[in-house]
């Protein structure tokens, strides 16, 4: 891990976030920021500013291009703030309190963090016991699962299957950290399955 990984672990990147939601909510509170353009324009100039003015460390200045890049290309749907949002809890701990499919993103997140890929897989080969799972450190979830096994309020309706190729027990953690509550690891052929339960 590099020492602007590291930085960005003890909390810079919630704290970017939280100086951006703040500047936003103040400006919302003055006027200035009244509907969804509005704050589009103000999150993209607040981005334009703390970048120029180089107001926070390198730590997160990819994570301030990332937002400027997005915010171009998609324009007011670009969801700049839901971001801003979701590093402010990440960082902040408040992954408890959060909904069920914030903590699964959290938890395919922290995998990532730790070198794992992450792969959605359709039906069809989900199914088919001869699908081979290549032999890299990855993730697989069903995507109907993520259709049909959340509601509108992102709350766990049944349990999830995961699979996973390389050492699931590096991961047990990274579920715990997202308060997920899984199965037991079996091993099933040239993987490793859990499920989400309650």
């Known amino acids: 891990m590099s020492q602007q990984e590291i ?12 100086c951006l939601l703040v500047a936003l909510k103040l400006a919302q509170q003055s006027g200035k920021v009244t509907n969804k353009t509005s704050e589009h324009l103000f999150v993209m100039g607040w981005l334009a500013n703390a970048q120029k003015y180089k107001l926070f460390s390198r730590a997160v200045a990819s994570d301030i291009l990332w937002l400027q ?4 290309k998609k324009g007011a749907k670009a969801n700049l703030i839901g971001n801003a949002d979701y590093w402010w809890k990440i960082h902040s ?6 909904d069920d499919l914030f903590r699964l993103t959290y938890f395919i997140e922290r995998a990532q963090q730790a070198g794992w890929q992450s792969e959605l897989v359709d039906d069809k080969d989900w199914m088919d016991e001869s699908y081979s ?6 993730v697989y979830m069903r995507k109907m699962d993520l259709i049909h096994a959340y509601d509108d309020n992102m709350k766990r309706l049944q ?16 579920l715990a950290q997202a308060y997920l509550h ?4 079996v091993e099933v052929g040239h993987y490793m399955q859990i499920e989400i339960v309650d």
């Open 182 to 185: 899984y199965t037991q690891p």
């Open 159 to 174: 349990p999830v299957e995961m699979r996973f190729t390389g050492n699931v027990v590096a991961l047990l953690p990274a």
């Open 69 to 72: 890049s997005e915010g171009k």
């Open 7 to 18: 930085k960005r672990e003890k909390g810079e990147l919630g704290h970017f976030a939280w």
């Open 133 to 138: 799972y290549p032999k890299k450190q990855t």
């Open 93 to 98: 701990g408040q992954v408890a309190n959060q």
